[in-house]
Each structure stands twice: as C-alpha cells, then as structure tokens.
C-alpha cells in the first residue's frame, strides 16, 4: 500500500481519535464543573454553618466562662456556709443540750420549791399553833380538798370533815373546837419535838407538845399533846392542810417516853454510849432485836450493853443515821407504852460495808419507880419494804 495512503488514513484515525478525546473530555469537563459548582456551594454552606457554630461557640465558652465563675463564687460561698452551718449546728446541739439540762433543772427545781411550799405550809401551821393564832390554823385546811380535824379529848374534842361543800358550816366547827381547846385565862406551848417529812405529794408533820394553861383561879396546869397534820398539793403552787390529828389524851409519862426516845434517837446516831447505857439499862430487864443484817439476833440481859452496846455500836459500827419519818404511840397500861417510829436506817461499818433499811423500830418503853422511862424492848424492824413504810403514814 502507498505510504501516504496509511499516512491519510493514521491522520483520520487519529482525527477521529482526538474529536473523541475532545467530546469525552467536554463532558468530564461538564462534570467537573457541576461538581466543583456544588462543592462551592457546599463549601458555602459549611462556612455559613462553621460561621454559625463558631459564633455558637464563642457565646457558649463566653457562658461556660461566667458558669464557671459563678460555679467558683457559688462553690466559695457554699463551703462559707457549710462551715457555718457547721459552726451554727454545733452551737444549736450545744443549746439543745443545754436547754434539756435547764429543763430537767427547772422541773427538779420546780417539784422542790412545790416540795418546800408544802413544808413551809406544815411548819405555818405549828406556827400559828404556837401563836395560837385559830384564824391562820383554820385558812390552811381551805382549798380543793376535803380536810380532816380531829380534837381527840375535852376541851374542844371531836371530829369535823370540812369540804367546799359544807365550808360555810364546817369551818366554824372548826374554830370553834380550836377557841375551845385554847379557852384558858394564859397559854403557853412548848414544841418540843418536831419532825416534818416530804413523801412525793404530800408532807406530814409530827409535833409533840406540852401547854401550860393557866385556869381562871390562877391555877396551872400541863398539858400535852401529839399533832399530826399532813399536807397535800393542790395544784402547782398550792398546798393545803387536809389531816389534822391533835392527840391530846397523852400523858406525861407517855410524854416523857417520847422525849426520851428522841433523846435515844440522838445517842444512836452520835454513838453518845452512856446516854444509851441510861435508857436501855434500868430497874427491869431488857432486850434488843435485830431483824435482819449482819448483826441480825436477839440481844438480852448482859448482851444489851455488852455487845449491842459495848461492841456492835461502839466498836463495829462507824456510822448510823435514822431518817424519822412517822411515830406513834400506844398506851399499854400507866407506866408501859409501845412506841413506833418508822423510817430509813442506814449504818456504815468500820470495815466499809454500808447497808440502808426500811426501819421500824418498835420500842417498849416503861417508867421506872423513879418516874425515868427505861426501853425494856427495842426491836429493830429492817426487814420492811418501801410500800410497807409508806402505807403507816396517815393521808
């Protein structure tokens, strides 16, 4: 073949070849173009959303910056005050504390200014007693409660029970019975024992009195009594007189007996031991018991001196105290009485051992020729319960 025939034809492939490349590359071109069109509009919308979040960002970090700032201030300020807190906890838990204490003292010094507004409301009545003032006996036994007076011989003897509801006729029974009792030309009392007990609501008082009462005719004569008056609370402030027992049928040997056995009472308690070898050894023979303890036993004849006295008191016993909170007295015959006084007995002994009992000490007491009352039997009763002391107690 000629050359320049292959030469036209390579020339027309070629142009074909190139129209084709042409045609391709336009198209890609177009492509291209589309795509970069949408690439920049793409790009657009991503700078206007970068454009958005950053400015998003910067007002975030600008808020996360005051939080922080206010978190710092909050956070100082709240350890401020939970130190305070802490502070103001303890001192509320301090002034808890406190307040319960001045509570607990309040009601512990309320109940015992109660306590002494009813043994001040006892002795009032021993003191117009004293004065023989009727009046002022006769305004105690006024209140809420019903009273009992009793007078248990002449002058002025017998029983009133005074109430609000017969006030206006029982208070001048009362008076009227006091004046009676009082109606000498001259009265002189003498209290001579007086003992004045608190029990939980009420107080008893216990006085043993003489009189001296001089008769129109000049003549005087001594009389004696024992008065029981209790006490019992009314309300908070209040106390009043609802038992009053003026026992004047004793004698003057049970009035000397009675003397006597405070006078005993003192030398236990200061182990004053020749005042008790007087009273526990006489004309008659006498015994001492013990009901419970270490020295629980009967002491008799050479043993009441010798060992109660001589050894058990003077020797093994460092201290003892009896507590008295109620005695009576009942007449045997002329010169024999029984005696019981009631009370806590607490001895220490020398070893260190201490011991506390509910005490009766029933006594037998009897006057000797001379007139002096001689204990011919003391029987210490420690055995008793608290209920058992109380129940002895008139109320």
Same mark, same amino acid.
Request: glycine share 6%; net charge neutral; aromatic share 12%.
């Given at each position: ?65 005051? @939080? ?12 401020? #005050? ?19 204490? /001045? ?9 015992? #200014? ?14 117009? @007693? ?21 007078? *248990? ?42 003992? !004045? ?44 007189? !609802? %038992? ?13 007996? @009675?003397? *006597? @056995? ?21 004309? %008659? ?64 002994? #020398? ?29 210490? #009763?420690?055995? /008793? ?11």
């Amino acid at each position: 073949m000629d050359v320049k025939y292959i030469l036209v034809v390579i020339i027309i492939i070629m142009f074909i070849v190139n129209l084709i490349s042409v045609f391709y590359l336009n198209s890609q071109i177009s492509i291209l173009s589309s795509n970069y069109n949408t690439l920049a509009s793409n790009y657009n919308t991503l700078k206007t959303y970068y454009q958005n979040i950053n400015s998003n960002y910067s007002t975030l970090y600008s808020s996360y910056s005051t @939080l922080v700032s206010s978190y710092n201030s909050l956070s100082s300020k709240y350890n401020t #005050l939970s130190s305070k807190f802490a502070t103001l906890m303890a001192d509320y838990n301090n002034l808890s504390a406190n307040y319960s204490s /001045l509570s607990q003292n309040y009601t512990i010094l309320s109940a015992q #200014l109660s306590l002494t507004t009813g043994i001040m409301t006892v002795q009032s009545f021993y003191i117009y @007693l004293a004065q023989l003032n009727t009046q002022g006996m006769e305004s105690l036994l006024v209140g809420p409660m019903t009273s009992y007076f009793q007078i *248990t011989s002449p002058p002025g003897n017998g029983t009133v029970i005074f109430s609000s509801s017969n006030s206006s006729t029982a208070l001048p029974a009362i008076g009227a019975k006091l004046s009676q009792f009082f109606d000498y030309v001259n009265v002189k009392i003498e209290l001579k024992e007086l003992v !004045v007990t608190p029990l939980q609501n009420y107080v008893m008082g216990q006085g043993l009195v003489s009189f001296n009462n001089q008769y129109g005719n000049g003549t005087i004569i001594t009389n004696y009594a024992l008065i029981t008056v209790v006490a019992e609370k009314a309300n908070l402030t209040t106390w009043q007189i !609802v %038992y009053v027992k003026i026992d004047n049928s004793i004698s003057q040997g049970q009035y000397t007996t @009675l003397v *006597t @056995l405070f006078n005993m009472l003192q030398a236990l308690e200061s182990k004053n031991i020749g005042e008790l070898q007087s009273i526990l050894v006489g004309a %008659y023979p006498s015994h001492v018991y013990i009901a419970q303890g270490p020295y629980a036993g009967n002491y008799s004849g050479l043993n009441v001196p010798n060992v109660f006295i001589g050894t058990i008191l003077s020797k093994d016993i460092k201290t003892l105290q009896f507590s008295l909170y109620y005695f009576n007295i009942t007449p045997i015959n002329p010169t024999t009485s029984q005696v019981d006084m009631y009370g806590i007995l607490s001895i220490t002994l #020398l070893n260190g051992s201490t011991y506390t009992f509910y005490t009766d000490l029933h006594i037998t007491a009897k006057l000797q020729p001379n007139g002096v009352p001689q204990v011919v039997g003391l029987d210490i #009763l420690n055995d /008793l319960t608290q209920g058992e002391l109380i129940s002895v107690v008139p109320k």
